[in-house]
């Protein structure tokens, strides 16, 4: 689960300062709006050129692929001198056809970047299953939450930090 900036998440607090470079695969989800890009969301980059995201970071605002831009390797939104992040431009736009953004269910689109990711040590792919399981094997098991978000409480405003 990747919480998207901006919205209250009380799930999702509570965290701490990530290291730089520990979650290659993160990206930020940018959209433009009256000339001025924005941070929105998160995403999972899940090949060279696919990111995986929550539809409603797109549906619900009618986005086009020209205003959605997709920032990978990026840890502090503060300054440039920690990490060196990337920007790639948005191709398509790709939310699940069954998503309701009364209910969110099917809250998941997928980007398709314009070009490809050239990896390095801190932009990656996420290690997603490559083989068929039950949802029994994940019962249990411990996950991670990565994001832009609040730390601790409720803030007014999301932490610049990853």
């Known amino acids: 689960m990747i919480a998207s900036l901006g919205r209250s998440c009380p799930d999702c607090t509570g965290g701490q300062e990530a290291a730089v470079a520990s979650h ?23 090949d060279s050129q696919h990111v995986l995201t929550a539809a409603h970071c797109l549906v619900d605002g009618g986005t086009s692929p020209a205003e959605v831009g997709v920032r990978l390797g990026e840890h502090d939104l503060r300054t440039s001198d920690e990490a060196v992040s990337l ?60 994001g832009w978000g609040a730390l601790a409480g409720v803030l007014p405003a999301p932490s610049r930090i990853l």
């Not at 290659?24 to 899940?46: D, E, H, R, V, Y």
């Not at 099917?106 to 490559?130: H, K, M």
Request: glycine letters at 10%; a neutral charge; hydrophobic letters at 35%.
């Open 24 to 46: 290659p695969w993160l990206a930020m989800i940018s959209t433009a709006s009256g000339g001025k890009w924005a941070p929105k969301c998160g995403g999972a980059l899940i």
């Open 87 to 146: 920007d790639y431009n948005v191709d398509r736009l790709l939310p699940h056809p069954g998503y309701n953004p009364s209910t969110h269910e099917g809250d998941l689109a997928v980007l398709t970047l314009a070009q490809r990711v050239q990896f390095r040590s801190n932009i990656q792919p996420s290690g997603l299953p490559t083989t068929a399981g039950s949802d029994a094997e994940y019962v249990g098991k411990m996950a991670t939450v990565a």
